[in-house]
């Protein structure tokens, strides 16, 4: 769904890049910054500038194909769209964010809570040590 034609950018090169950072994103174990992206997908494709991952991105976010992860004091990251609802989980040791594939908040929608308030969804972030920096 995400390989697909953006305009402006139609050179064998810029295709390459593209992909590249489509496929990092697509594949990586959680949201990843601009420098995340740019570091991953220049290990794939030489001399690839940061702008060209910042424009991609930018590119890929107007087109509705990746949406903005914000945690609080964090760069932006950023994620294919449709993943579904899910949580992420912040390893304050690598820094890096993570999926996660369970939902730990027992509120199911339309729970009422005291005071009337009547729940239609939650965002949640974790916190704590990924299991390679545990390990
Ligand atoms: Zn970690
Ligand atoms: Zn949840």
Redesign the pocket.
Known sequence: MLLCYIEGMNSARQTKQRNTIIKEVVSAEGPLSIAEIHERASAKVPRLGIATVYRTIKALKEQGRVAVVELPGEEPRYEPVGRGHHHHFR?R??D?TFDLEVCPVGVPQGTMLPGGYTVEDHSLTLYG??S??LA
């Open positions: 390893c040791s690598c890096q040590q990924c390679t920096c």
